[in-house]
């Protein structure tokens, strides 16, 4: 109790005290049936919790009902790749960056860019 912040973190590294907090919350998730994606531009990155088994459109639809009436495509890249490869531009000259169209089913970890007209209406 009388540590203070950087010497609890080296007491806790020493004791090899770790947290159960991610396990915990990836667990929870898979329980549920619940995924992350994520969407990126130029001024922020946001992940996004969908129901496992939705397709690229209901996906879109979280960000905003209008993406997922007006849905053209969404480009897709897996988070797990781009860490590896290190940037867009690597995973796009692996081939590993890929248009999919509404029948694709949204995977934990993808990040998505999707394309969508705005002026379609809903039905």
């Known amino acids: 109790m009388d540590l203070d912040a950087e010497g609890t973190a080296a007491k ?5 005290v770790t947290s ?3 396990k915990v919350i990836q667990t929870a998730f898979k329980m ?22 939705y397709k690229a459109p209901q996906a879109a639809g979280i960000i905003h009902t209008d ?3 007006g849905f053209i495509c969404a480009e897709i890249m897996a ?10 531009t690597a995973m796009k000259a692996a081939g590993r960056y890929r248009q999919e ?4 089913e949204i ?5 998505a860019f999707f394309k969508f007209n705005v002026t379609t209406k809903k039905k």
């Open 20 to 22: 159960a907090l991610p």
């Open 101 to 104: 169209g509404k029948n694709y």
């Open 79 to 88: 988070f797990d790749e781009l860490k590896e490869k290190g940037s867009e």
């Open 12 to 16: 806790l590294k020493e004791e090899e």
């Open 67 to 69: 993406m997922e009436h």
């Open 32 to 53: 549920v049936n619940l995924i992350l994606f994520y969407t990126s531009g130029p001024d922020e990155v946001r992940a996004w919790i969908a129901r496992k088994g």
């Open 107 to 111: 995977q934990d970890g993808d990040i």
